[in-house]
């Protein structure tokens, strides 16, 4: 079906092959935006900047794949910190630890354009996008259509079917 589910149903031998977290999550960071559209105001620059946010949890798996191809763009990847300049981000990565003031952040950073992405239980409750929450040994989605709306983006059918859409009153519909 998706080339995300391929990746996370992957057996070796008939054996589930086991995933480090992180890597699991840098698959989703690169596969999410084939599903995402950006509204024409969200004017793309020639790379596809993937920001992180302060708490840097891949160490270099991240790095490792700049260049690759990500909505045609080869990707970039920045560490940045609140005060930074983040409208040239695609995609911002908020971790757990950052999940704590995402709704502190969200009020001092211009995130229109910006696909928002957070590991954090509470995280898409928060206002933010698309959550990548474990539960089970597994990462699993979470999205808020609101706040993909409200960023200038849309989010394709595909994966809405394999998320859980959770609305920021809590409300949530599979």
């Not at 211009?110 to 928002?116: D, E, F, K, M």
Request: include cysteine; glycine fraction near 8%.
């Amino acid at each position: 079906m998706l080339s995300i589910s391929i990746l996370l149903c992957a057996a070796v031998h008939g054996e589930p092959k086991a995933f480090h977290e992180y890597d699991v999550k840098a698959a989703f960071l690169l596969n999410l935006p084939e599903f995402v559209t950006w509204s024409e105001e969200a004017s793309p620059s020639q790379q596809f900047n993937l920001c992180i946010l302060e708490d840097n949890p891949f160490g270099v798996r991240l790095r490792n794949l700049e260049g690759q191809p990500v909505k045609g763009r080869p990707l970039q990847v920045k560490s940045m910190k609140q005060d930074d300049d983040l409208l040239g981000c695609s995609l911002i990565f908020i971790s757990q630890r950052t999940s704590a003031r995402f709704s502190t952040i969200t009020k001092s950073l211009p995130l229109s354009g910006a696909l928002t992405v957070g590991e954090s239980r509470a995280f898409v409750k928060a206002g933010g996008v698309i959550g990548l929450v474990v539960r089970e040994n597994k990462v699993h989605l979470e999205v808020s259509i609101r706040a993909a709306e409200k960023a200038g983006l849309s989010v394709a059918g595909d994966l809405l079917e394999l998320a859980t859409v959770v609305e920021a009153s809590g409300e949530v519909s599979r």
